[in-house]
């Protein structure tokens, strides 16, 4: 929790980010800054995305509010808060009413769980905590990750600066996630040696191994823990069964076959480990409310 001088100092920080972030994006739309996988995002007016697999990311909104579903479980977090996502897993998003007035923004960069392992390792062992937590965490934005992002966004405007410092701030963006009230979930899903990592590890290797022998037993073997405490976990991390999460992930990853690729709706559903053509257009409409086709041809023009 901040005191209340911190919270002051944050909204202080907050509406200089929120004159920056106005000034760089005139128009809605996802802005890539091209720093350390960083996006700025402007909304004005209610909007919803396609069910995604994200990557474990860190989305802090500067204005407005926001509900993120990742897995089964629902968040709502709005200005001054920020989101941390230790693992991959199936997301959508949803942006409540903006105006052009008053948008909706927010930025968001992906993490280098690299990076976050080392980081791990300089800090002291005393600071390393055990508790178990959910694969996400909401809590409001400490004044000294703002500062940084503020500075960081400052870089835009020099970029012959960008190749040196840019990634000195990354790195203290990171540090500061890690000490902040966001660091025991990190430092539980990323850095730490134990079953909790095991899972969020063999759940981030199934988004690239969707064709391959997903059975419970297989997935609980690669981990190298019980059935039981395979299910346990995944249920914690993201409200979800190993199956129904892996079901959501090929469902995910078959509609950006679909979209991004052009696949027709059969050699994507084969793409992703289905061998029943028909029982992947079942759990296709369940999860996205329409048959593949009818679906991706809404999406591509823009009635979704």
């Not at 199956?243 to 078959?254: D, G, I, N």
């Amino acid at each position: 929790m901040l005191t209340e001088s911190q919270r002051q100092e944050a909204a202080n920080l907050n509406a200089r980010l929120k004159e920056l972030v106005i000034q760089k994006l005139p128009e809605p739309g996802d802005y890539p800054t091209g720093i350390g996988g960083v996006t700025l995002l402007r909304r004005e007016a209610a909007s919803y995305s396609t069910r995604c697999y994200e990557q474990p990311l860190a989305a802090f909104i500067l204005q407005g509010s926001k509900k993120s579903f990742f897995g089964a479980h629902s968040y709502d977090y709005c200005e001054g808060q920020c989101l941390v996502a230790g693992i991959g897993m199936p997301a959508s998003y949803q942006t409540l009413p903006a105006t052009q007035q008053k948008p909706f923004l927010s930025l968001f960069f992906y993490l280098d769980t690299d990076l976050i392992k080392e980081l791990s390792l300089s800090m002291p062992k005393s600071s390393i905590q055990t508790e178990e937590y959910c694969g996400v965490t909401i809590s409001e934005t400490p004044p000294r990750l703002l500062e940084a992002m503020l500075r960081l966004l400052r870089l835009l405007d020099e970029p012959e600066h960008l190749p040196v410092l840019a990634p000195m701030l990354m790195r203290e963006l990171h540090y500061y996630l890690l000490t902040g009230p966001y660091g025991r979930l990190l430092r539980q899903l990323i850095a730490q040696k134990g079953q909790s990592q095991a899972v969020a590890q063999v759940m981030d290797w199934l988004h690239d191994n969707l064709a391959t022998d997903l059975s419970v037993h297989a997935i609980a073997r690669r981990a190298g823990v019980s059935e039981a405490t395979l299910h346990r976990y995944f249920k914690r991390f993201s409200g979800l069964s190993p199956m129904q999460y892996v079901k959501q992930l090929r469902l995910c990853e078959a509609q950006r076959l679909m979209l991004a690729e052009h696949e027709r709706a059969a050699n994507a559903a084969w793409a992703v480990g289905y061998e029943s053509v028909s029982q992947f257009n079942r759990d296709y409409k369940r999860l996205f409310g329409a048959p593949p086709h009818r679906d991706v041809k809404q999406k591509q023009e823009g009635n979704v």
